[in-house]
T-cell receptor, first 114, second 110 residues
Framework: AQSVTQLDSHVSVSEGTPVLLRCNYS??????LFWYVQHPNKGLQLLLK??????LVKGINGFEAEFKKSETSFHLTKPSAHMSDAAEYFC????????????FGTGTRLLVSP | NAGVTQTPKFRVLKTGQSMTLLCAQD?????MYWYRQDPGMGLRLIHY???????AKGEVPDGYNVSRLKKQNFLLGLESAAPSQTSVYFC?????????FGPGTRLTVL
């Protein structure tokens, strides 16, 4: 069975400082991993995805994530936070075998202060 | 190209009432999904479909039924709504590793 653990329910940063949102996964198969963002009262937007190609994945809006198999981690980072980054972020795992079913983490709310 | 659309966007029901949520996609995706989102719990899969005429149970299927009579549409039904079904419902469709989400339906059951 697959699962993801988002290690922080809330992360607070100041505008212009780095962002780190942590995610650990468990999967019996070669996983696909995703980060989605959800702004208040909005739908989900795909930030980036890892599907067994390069381990460092670049996404939209300056975000990137690194797949580390030895640590079973897929942390999301951004060098400099912007006020518009304030949102909820979901780490998601799926396997590459057969039908793809996504398993969501519980989310990390990112707060950005001026 | 509208992507994934959901109807309605908001709905308030009384306990025991029934309703159907409609999801439509114009990307010719084979797979479609219904999720519910509750505070602190991420998204949980209710039902999914791997093609026209097929449906399967997800993680939290109780109290819901679905139908996929046409490839582009995936309907979620609540036969007798309960307050525990108050949630935000998201539909999604996918092909390969690309999954697209609809904007969500906020349902309140009083």
């Amino acid at each position: 069975a697959q699962s993801v653990t988002q290690l922080d329910s809330h992360v607070s940063v100041s505008e212009g400082t780095p962002v780190l949102l942590r995610c650990n996964y468990s999967s019996s198969y070669s996983p696909s991993l995703f980060w989605y963002v959800q702004h208040p009262n909005k739908g989900l937007q795909l930030l980036l995805k890892y599907t067994s190609a390069a381990t460092l994945v670049k996404g939209i809006n300056g975000f990137e994530a690194e797949f580390k198999k030895s640590e079973t981690s897929f942390h999301l980072t951004k060098p400099s936070a912007h006020m518009s980054d304030a949102a909820e972020y979901f780490c998601v795992v799926s396997d590459l075998t057969g039908f793809q079913k996504l398993v969501f983490g519980t989310g990390t709310r990112l707060l950005v202060s001026p | 190209n509208a992507g994934v659309t959901q109807t309605p966007k908001f709905r308030v029901l009384k306990t025991g009432q029934s309703m159907t949520l409609l999801c439509a996609q114009d990307m010719n995706h084979e797979y479609m999904y219904w999720y519910r989102q509750d505070p602190g719990m991420g998204l949980r899969l209710i039902h999914y479909s791997v093609g026209e005429g097929t449906t399967a149970k997800g993680e939290v299927p109780d109290g819901y039924n679905v139908s996929r009579l046409k490839k582009q549409n995936f309907l979620l039904g609540l036969e007798s709504a309960a307050p525990s079904q108050t949630s935000v419902y998201f539909c999604a469709s996918s092909f390969g590793t690309s999954e697209s989400f609809g904007p969500g339906t906020r349902l309140t059951v009083l």
